[in-house]
């Protein structure tokens, strides 16, 4: 068996440890006689490995009790309407800050279901390379909350800060407007303040596990905004309630997303390790396209993603000798977005060192002997 490197933005590289154990544990879990697969979510077994990965994963990002941690279906695409139906009940009107594809998608079906979404900042005047500043995001006076994208996986734009900082957002009469956040694609990939946040949703098939699992971080006082012509399936409160049980969770996501954190908790030794590891293997790729006359990416410094890497180059008729040849050496799915073109590199947390290593020796060679 060869496991090759895998940057794929998504559905993402596992850590080879955890899929090491859920095979272990595949046909016969812990003496039960049964698969994780085939059990009932209301088995004291499975409620034991639910609540196990809720249990760790507070204790990864130090979630306050004052939260709710929800685990969920149908992408962060369906949060991105379940969010305005949870938080609108009381009127008012989302408030956005659009750093590229995803959260204009956010915005667009926002718009969709509600008619009216407001663009308090946006980078698209820059082409999406460095986000708005703190000073350049104008709420409405009726925000009811204001959304972010806090790193872009496609055009590989991070937020370098959290929107209203410590004291959070304010409207004129000094109420507070809730922040919301798709973590997709950078949640557990360092420490974070979560009492920042109202909402914090994130898909896990980049950072988190396999698809089919979304995870939401919901704080207690934001339940009673919802409106009630909603899908009750949507509903943060009705989730919160049922121990996201409500209909059949998406078991084995939900397991396989606890293996993780337990190997994150165990084997990585927490998120301020994580962190560490990510900053290095960012550093080392952004330093080759630095230093190279071939490769170049064009995200402001400080906006740089440590999580998803996009690159082109100089001249793009290289592009498919790059892609085989990578492919050749081990180093999967490095083609970029069908959007945008050129390369892309995701560098989740399950990425390790080597092969950010393998990759930088590789993109060496291919510019001395191409370039
Ligand atoms: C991948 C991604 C999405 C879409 O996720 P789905 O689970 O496919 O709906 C949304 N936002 C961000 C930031 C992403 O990276």
């Known amino acids: ?38 059990m009932s979510h209301r088995s004291s077994d499975y409620v034991a490995i639910a609540e196990r990965a809720e249990r760790d994963l507070r204790e990864l990002l130090a979630i306050p009790d004052n939260y709710r941690v929800l685990f969920t279906q149908g992408g962060a695409t369906q949060q991105f309407a379940a969010l305005p139906y949870n938080l609108l009940g009381a009127g008012g009107t989302a408030n956005f800050v659009q750093t590229g594809i995803w959260g204009s998608k956010a915005i667009k079906e926002a718009r969709h279901l509600f008619g009216d979404a407001v663009v308090a900042a946006s980078s698209e005047a820059n082409g999406h390379t460095a986000v708005p500043r703190q000073s350049e995001i104008e709420l409405s006076e009726d925000a009811a909350y204001l959304h972010y994208t806090a790193n872009e996986t496609i055009g590989g734009l991070e937020f370098d800060y959290t929107p209203g900082g410590a004291e959070g957002l304010r409207r004129r009469d000094g109420s507070e407007v809730p ?4 973590m997709s694609s950078s949640i557990l990939s360092g420490p ?19 698809a089919g699992l979304v995870v939401a971080i919901v ?24 121990g996201s049980m409500i209909n059949t969770p998406a078991t084995y996501s939900w397991y ?49 993603s440590r999580m998803n890497v996009p690159f082109v180059l100089a001249d793009s008729r290289l592009d498919e000798a790059f892609l085989a040849e990578s492919e050749e050496a081990g180093l999967l799915n490095l083609k970029g977005h069908r959007s945008v073109g050129g390369m892309r590199a995701s560098l ?24």
């Open 256 to 304: 396989l997303a606890g293996l993780v954190f337990e190997w994150l908790k165990d084997d990585i030794g927490g998120l301020v390790a994580m962190g560490a590891s990510n900053d290095r293997k960012a550093s080392k790729l952004y330093a080759t396209i630095d230093a190279s006359e071939l490769y170049s990416n064009p995200i402001a410094p400080v906006n740089r």
């Open 192 to 210: 974070l303040d979560v009492s920042r946040f109202g909402v914090i949703y994130a898909g896990a098939q980049k950072n988190i596990g396999p």
């Open 348 to 371: 989740y947390n399950a990425v390790p060192e080597a092969a950010v290593d393998a990759l930088v020796d590789f993109m060496s060679d291919f510019e001395k002997r191409r370039g």
């Open 179 to 182: 922040l919301a956040c798709d």
């Open 219 to 242: 704080r207690d006082d934001l339940l009673d905004r919802a409106r009630a012509d909603m899908p009750s399936l949507f509903s943060y409160r009705a989730l919160a309630e049922a």
């Open 1 to 38: 068996m060869t496991r090759h490197f895998n940057f794929c933005a998504g559905p993402a590289a596992l850590p080879e440890a955890v899929l090491a154990r859920a095979r272990d544990e595949m046909l016969d879990y812990r003496g039960r006689g049964l698969s994780v697969m085939e």
